[in-house]
T-cell receptor, first 111, second 116 residues
Framework: TQLLEQSPQFLSIQEGENLTVYCNSS?????LQWYRQEPGEGPVLLVT?????EVKKLKRLTFQFGDARKDSSLHITAAQPGDTGLYLC???????????FGKGTKLSVKP | NAGVMQNPRHLVRRRGQEARLRCSPM?????VYWYRQLPEEGLKFMVY????????ESGMPKERFSAEFPKEGPSILRIQQVVRGDSAAYFC??????????????FGQGTRLTVV
C-alpha cells in the first residue's frame, strides 16, 4: 500500500498554462515536503509545510497543506519549460527521522 | 558551502562483486539517510545514521547490505555479492538536526549502480 498517492502520474502541458498536482494520504503527518528531481540528479527540496491549512508561495509555485494534514497540493502558474521535472511529495511522522515518498508526478512543459 | 557529496556518480559491478557507495554530508550536518530509487518506483528509505550509530535500519534488506557512518570520514553503504536486482540509484541525504517535529533532508546527486 502506497502511503502517499500522487496524481496525476504524468502531465504534459504547453508553456503558459496553469497546473495543480496532488499528494494524498489517509494518514496524518507532522509535516510534508515537496521536492523536484531532474533526470540524473538528486531531489531538491522546494518547501516544507507544517501547519494544517498552511499556504506557502515560492515565485510561481503555491503549496498548500490540507487542514487535516493528510494531503497537499502544488499549483504552478504560467508554467515554463524550466519547470519540467519529477515532483515528489514526502512526509514525516515526526520522531521517526525518515521520509516517506510518493511516486511523483512527471511534468513536461513544452515551449 | 558544499552540498551533500556522493561518489562515485556511476558504478558498474559484476554479479557477486561488492559495491561501496560513499556519502559526505553537508557541513554541520550530523544525520545521514540512505534511500534507493528503482525505475518507476518512489524513493525508498533504507537507513538512518548518526556518527558511529545506526538509528533506524528498518528499510535495509536483511542480507548483503550494511551501512556505517564513522567518527571520521564519509558514510558508506556497502552491498556484498551484488545481484542484478540491486541495480538502482542510491541517494544519500543529510539533515542538520534531529527535530522532533519534522525532518528536512538535503540530497546528494546519487550513485547509479549497474550490476552486469
Amino acid at each position: 500500500t502506497q502511503l502517499l498517492e500522487q496524481s496525476p502520474q504524468f502531465l504534459s502541458i504547453q508553456e503558459g498554462e496553469n497546473l495543480t498536482v496532488y499528494c494524498n494520504s489517509s494518514s496524518v503527518f507532522s509535516s510534508l515536503q515537496w521536492y523536484r528531481q531532474e533526470p540524473g540528479e538528486g531531489p531538491v527540496l522546494l518547501v516544507t509545510v507544517v501547519t494544517g491549512g498552511e499556504v506557502k508561495k515560492l515565485k510561481r509555485l503555491t503549496f498548500q497543506f490540507g487542514d487535516a494534514r493528510k494531503d497537499s497540493s502544488l499549483h504552478i502558474t504560467a508554467a515554463q519549460p524550466g519547470d519540467t521535472g519529477l515532483y515528489l511529495c514526502a512526509a514525516s511522522r515526526g520522531s521517526q527521522g525518515n521520509l516517506i515518498f510518493g511516486k511523483g508526478t512527471k511534468l513536461s512543459v513544452k515551449p | 558551502n558544499a552540498g551533500v557529496m556522493q561518489n562515485p556518480r556511476h558504478l558498474v559491478r559484476r554479479r557477486g562483486q561488492e559495491a561501496r557507495l560513499r556519502c559526505s554530508p553537508m557541513k554541520g550536518h550530523s544525520h545521514v539517510y540512505w534511500y534507493r530509487q528503482l525505475p518507476e518506483e518512489g524513493l525508498k528509505f533504507m537507513v538512518y545514521l548518526q556518527k558511529e550509530n545506526i538509528i533506524d535500519e528498518s528499510g535495509m534488506p536483511k542480507e548483503r547490505f550494511s551501512a556505517e557512518f564513522p567518527k571520521e570520514g564519509p558514510s558508506i553503504l556497502r552491498i556484498q555479492q551484488v545481484v542484478r536486482g540491486d541495480s538502482a540509484a542510491y541517494f544519500c541525504a543529510s539533515s542538520p538536526l534531529y527535530d522532533q517535529l519534522y525532518t528536512e533532508a538535503f540530497f546528494g546527486q546519487g550513485t547509479r549502480l549497474t550490476v552486469v
